[in-house]
């Protein structure tokens, strides 16, 4: 790829995209899919040029501001460009979950593309501002998107989640900044080669004294609340059920990701010897975040609610893997686990973001047939009068709860055979999350589509045709990562190996 | 047992019976592990305890039901109680032989009352059937024989000989010799509760509401078939030409008439057989030919009216189970909820009202104190701008007045000054 600067291209393209939407009127889902399309594409195509080594490929460098430290770097590896390639596809899914949009569908249309630029952005970032930059950027068209078109409790949460993130990033950046006075650099390659070496330390220590694990803890707080990690996850209920679901389904299938790939591409590698002293109360998070995340699912009946706990669920196998690897590694074998569990983290990351939007989709296809009932006892029996609905749907609730031969079982597989060597207590305890997962699920299965069909859902519509077209390719990618997981794995092997080998615990 | 009845018939003959108890067997040597030649490990012997334990007690269970299907259900889960005292005292040949019978067997059964079922117009309580021996001929030789083989009866039938490996392990086991007595008496029930449910369907006279017809040849076939495998299977376990084991445990197989005549081998066989027996006469003699109505107490409930409550109410499991795990589950439920809307979402509410607090005791402070002050000193300002703007009349009079008396005053001080 010599002199075509691919990654500013892809993530120049949804921002004309949304620069056009804007000005089209009731055209712009036309723009805005064609735009989805064409960054899927550039994503994709991304992915086939990563180098083979799993180091970062791709890059672009430039200076910016040279007195602060600032450049424009960007490039990819493995997990960043798996990143790009979902949030190309769950932007699409939102997109044409959107059908439905007609109050300014310009302005919608522009702000879902500029929110994808905005990941885009944050995905390929390389140096602190560019990266904060973008990763800002992606919450003000959250917080326009929930604030304009969201149910009725919108505005207390388009504000929470708005307030709560920015919380978050104000920590992060307060880190950032002392990092830099301490370094002079903002680059995150640079950050992560001085951590290794064991340099960074001693260097904050002579500016600041012994603050590195207050810097490590603002890094994480930053990221904690973007997952979510319990007690940080408040917002999250709130902002996934009123947010308008093709919303919801950004939200959790591609920013909650953002809050993940910090942790593996910032702080794991710059503050990995603070987070390994922290391991201990940072597993009994994600273990709490994992066990109450499903069971504070099964107290809910809303079913965007139910599908936004299970979702703080999914994502707690991701960190619990996350702080379970951050151990010095001793001997093969627990290396073999390391590498286990972060593939396993990854592939979740897709995974759950693939699922958890499909879920939401179908929350979204439920509303529109039923003048916006999503209460889970409000159905029943819709497997009579809708089966393919019921099936389709069923599919991908079973992907969700982790049946093997789809896609939400290899990662929880791998996550749970890496993380148990390094922590059994945790991926004991963890484990009820599972059950308790697969109980919430069967439930939302049993009461919404089993049983007798009420006499006003006798012609409850099944899928048409145009919709039955959209759904095929996401179903298919989850039975075809289920069995064939090697799609990803094979990709993201290197830079696992390549990450792993440069963490310092 | 919900289920159609075909997906019962697989279900408790074939996949989840062959999950279990297959992978108990295919981890043995696991379970083996640390063990003496010759001994046995605390797995074996929980699996043992555990698996005597289940088969008396689904047994006594399925004594007090009305569901056809669901006496068959608990017959599983005592058979599988079976299967794996079998395997924890006899090793893997002698439960998986049981396992393998039993699918045969039970298959027929369940696919036996599936045709009752169909016959008798979906009815599935017993006490609203009757008489079917007359009605449903083919039915009731071939549930008839299923019923003999799960019983055990002597000789013809598979479940004898996969029962009786069982059973003559449990004799030989060396901890103890309470399993062996609890899976006989699991044997008497077994004749006890199968009598009872055939009386109940095939003897005596008709009690349903719409008379009962014979499946068609599709659903009688299967019978027959399965009917048949019931009988010869056991053919190919019997202790004088042990295939089965032979063909699991990787040996040659020989034909010897004379292991038949090891005298423990006779004895035990005759006392089961002699349990079995007098497993079906007690049945008999409670239930035989006489078809009470409908609503009329069971003749057991009429001895022991506590003890049927007991065993009806499926000795309360299912209560016992609904007031802790799904108690908990709910309980906890509720508590992760309650944790997120008052103490996390508490905890924002609080941060977001302190904000609030500081905010208004900023603008407080603002007008009150900064604001007052520089306000103040403004009036204050302009008070003494007002006073001096008076004297900045503009009057001529004023001017003059107050230029005499500063000459006065300038004279005054003059003259004051130059005093000597």
């Given at each position: ?346 592939l979740q990351?897709f995974n759950h973001g693939i699922t958890?939007?499909a ?36 599919i991908a609730?079973f992907s969700s709860?982790g049946l093997?031969g789809l896609n939400g079982f290899v990662g929880e ?61 996401v179903i298919?990618l989850m039975f075809l990562l289920g069995l064939a997981p090697?799609l990803i ?17 | ?420």
């Amino acid at each position: 790829m010599n002199g075509i600067p691919i990654l500013t291209l892809l993530t120049v393209l949804p921002l004309a995209g949304a620069a056009v939407a804007l000005f089209s009127g009731k055209q712009a889902r036309g723009v805005a899919l064609l735009s989805g399309l064409a960054s899927l594409a550039v994503a994709l195509f991304v992915w086939t040029q990563l180098p083979a080594d799993g180091s970062i490929g791709l890059v672009e460098r430039a200076a910016w501001v040279p007195s602060l430290g600032i450049e424009y770097h960007v490039g990819v590896d493995g997990l960043g460009a798996l990143m790009l390639v979902l949030s190309a596809i769950v932007t699409l899914m939102a997109v044409d979950a959107a059908h439905r949009v007609h109050h300014m569908p310009g302005f919608f249309y522009g702000l879902i593309l500029m929110l994808q630029s905005g990941l885009f952005g944050a995905f390929t970032a390389l140096n602190f501002f560019h990266w904060f930059l973008f990763w800002e950027l992606s919450l003000i068209p959250a917080f326009f998107l929930i604030k304009l078109w969201g149910g009725p409790r919108r505005g207390p949460a388009a504000t929470q989640f708005f307030v709560y993130t920015m919380a978050g990033s104000a920590a992060l950046l307060v880190s950032f900044l002392a990092i830099f006075f301490s370094t002079g650099s903002m680059d995150f390659g640079y950050l992560a080669t001085l951590a290794q070496t064991g340099a960074l330390t001693p260097m904050v220590e002579s500016h600041l004294g012994s603050a590195m694990p207050w810097l490590a803890a603002g890094v994480l707080a930053g990221f904690a609340v973007k997952v979510p990690l319990m007690p940080f996850h408040t917002w999250l209920p709130e902002a996934y059920a009123e947010a308008p679901s093709p919303v919801t389904m950004l939200l959790t299938g591609a920013m909650s990701k953002m809050g993940l790939y910090g942790l593996l591409r910032i702080a794991l590698p710059i503050f990995g010897v603070q987070i390994a002293a922290m391991r201990t109360p940072l597993l009994v998070l994600a273990t709490i975040t994992v066990v109450m995340g499903a069971w504070a699912a099964a107290a809910q009946t809303d079913l965007k609610r139910v599908f936004a706990y299970s979702s703080v669920n999914h994502l707690g196998y991701c960190m619990l893997a996350i702080f379970a690897l951050a151990v010095p590694a001793a001997g093969a074998a627990q290396r073999a686990s390391q590498a286990a569990a972060l593939n396993g983290a990854i592939l979740q990351i897709f995974n759950h973001g693939i699922t958890a939007a499909a879920l939401f989709w179908f929350v979204a296809m439920i509303q529109f047939r039923t003048n916006g009932l999503r209460g889970i006892n409000d159905f029943g029996g819709l497997r009579k009068p809708a089966p393919i609905f019921a099936g389709l749907m069923g599919i991908a609730l079973f992907s969700s709860l982790g049946l093997p031969g789809l896609n939400g079982f290899v990662g929880e597989f791998l996550i749970f055979r890496g993380v148990f060597p390094l922590a059994w207590v945790a991926a004991s305890v963890s484990i009820l999350g599972l059950l308790v997962t697969a109980v919430v699920l069967l439930t939302v299965i049993q009461k919404v589509f089993a049983g007798p069909t009420p006499e006003r859902w006798a012609k409850f519509p099944d899928l048409h045709p145009s919709e039955r077209m959209a759904l095929t390719p996401v179903i298919v990618l989850m039975f075809l990562l289920g069995l064939a997981p090697q799609l990803i794995v094979d990709t993201i092997n290197p830079t696992v190996m390549n990450l792993l080998a440069h963490w310092r615990f | 047992m919900e289920g159609p009845t075909p997906v019962s018939a697989l279900i408790h003959a074939a996949t989840m019976v062959a999950a279990g108890v297959f992978l108990v067997a295919r981890v043995y040597p696991l379970m083996q592990a640390g063990a003496q030649p010759g001994g046995t490990t605390v797995a074996l012997t929980v699996i043992v305890w555990v698996g005597a334990a289940t088969a008396v007690f689904a047994a006594l269970i399925a004594i007090a039901q009305n569901d056809i299907k669901r006496i068959l259900a608990y017959s599983t889960i005592s058979q599988l109680g079976y299967m794996m005292a079998g395997l924890g005292m006899g090793g893997v040949a002698v439960g998986m032989f049981h396992l393998i019978t039993h699918a045969f067997f039970k298959s027929l059964l369940f696919m036996g009352a599936g045709s009752v079922i169909h016959g008798c117009r979906d009815e599935q309580d017993i006490r609203r059937m009757g008489g079917l021996k007359v009605d449903m001929p083919l039915t009731f030789i071939t549930y008839a024989i299923g019923m003999l083989a799960l019983c055990g009866f002597p000789l013809l039938f598979s479940g004898f000989w996969s029962k009786d490996g069982i059973l003559e392990a449990a004799h030989g086991w060396s901890i103890s010799r309470a399993p062996f007595y609890l899976l006989l008496f699991g044997v008497l029930l077994t004749a006890f509760y199968m009598t009872r449910q055939v009386c109940y369907v095939f003897f005596g006279y008709w009690r349903g509401r719409q008379t009962a017809h014979e499946s068609p040849k599709t659903m009688t076939l299967p019978l027959v078939i399965l009917a048949l495998f019931a009988m010869a299977l056991g053919a190919i376990g019997t202790p004088a030409w042990p295939w089965f084991h032979a063909f699991l445990e990787d040996r040659a197989v020989v034909f010897d008439l004379r292991a038949m005549a090891d005298p423990r081998l006779l004895a035990l066989m005759t006392a089961s057989s002699i349990v079995v027996i007098f497993g079906l006469m007690l049945g008999w003699r409670f239930y035989g030919d006489r078809s009470p109505k409908p609503e009329a107490p069971d003749a057991l409930e009429k001895i022991a009216p506590t003890l049927w409550a007991g065993l009806r109410d499926r000795l309360y499991v299912d209560e016992l189970y609904g007031a802790t795990v799904v108690a908990f589950y709910n309980w906890w439920a509720r508590v992760a909820d309650w944790l997120d809307r008052c103490i996390w979402g508490g905890m924002v509410a609080a941060v977001a009202a302190l904000f609030g607090l500081w905010a208004r005791f900023s603008r407080f402070f603002d007008r009150a104190w900064i604001d007052g002050g520089f306000d103040k000193g403004c009036e204050e300002l302009s008070t003494g701008g007002g006073l001096l703007s008076r004297v900045e009349g503009g009057r001529a009079q004023n001017y003059l007045r107050i230029l005499a008396a500063g000459v006065v005053a300038l004279v005054a001080i003059l003259l004051w000054s130059v005093r000597p």
